[in-house]
């Protein structure tokens, strides 16, 4: 018999993969390439983590993009297409608020999406997370294991970035 539980009991704002396989830290210097204005800060923050943990077929990564902002542009992923064209994933959103940039050939959709959502990204679209609240956005994915990561879109850049404008987010053309 299914069982509606409350969400509230499922998984904590702290939680992380706890039998995790691999954990992944991104600091600024490791990804200055993906915001419009580089590397311009002293300092080198952490921008997001994820714990992944691959079992058999399936694969999982909770994700946490911390808040915060480089030159107005808000902390993201770098941002990846699958290299299994029949690819998909999914996500769901455990804390915060943020955007999910999807992109493909010229098309780039921004999706707001906040806690308790669950988001289905289609085949041959690159995706990047980003940070638009003022907490820890937080997410878990889930793919199939030989999925394949394609970073190569964090370096040409998606066609819009998010940047903060009157304490609320708008996108602009990407000229980077």
């Not at 997001?48 to 058999?56: G, L, T, W």
Request: proline residues 2%; charged residues 25%; hydrophobic residues 40%.
């Amino acid at each position: 018999m299914l069982q509606v539980v409350d969400k509230s009991r499922l998984i904590s704002h702290s939680f992380a993969l706890t039998s995790h396989t691999k954990h992944v830290v991104r600091k600024l210097s490791d990804m200055a390439f993906c915001f419009s204005r580089g590397l311009a800060e002293d300092k080198d923050p952490i921008i997001y983590e994820v714990f992944e943990n691959q079992m058999r077929d399936l694969s999982c990564a909770f994700t946490r993009i911390l808040p915060g902002k480089i030159g107005g542009e808000f902390f993201m992923t770098k941002g990846h297409f699958h290299t299994d064209e029949d690819a998909s994933e999914i996500y769901h959103f455990l804390s915060g608020r943020g955007l999910i940039l999807i992109q493909k050939d010229n098309k780039c959709k921004a999706l707001e999406v906040e806690e308790g959502q669950t988001l289905y990204i289609p085949p041959l679209w690159a995706h990047r997370a980003i940070n638009i609240g003022n907490k820890v956005f937080s997410f878990l994915a889930v793919y199939r294991s030989n999925v394949g990561h394609d970073f190569d879109i964090s370096k040409k850049g998606f066609l819009k970035i998010a940047v903060s404008k009157k304490g609320k987010y708008c996108l602009k053309d990407n000229k980077g």
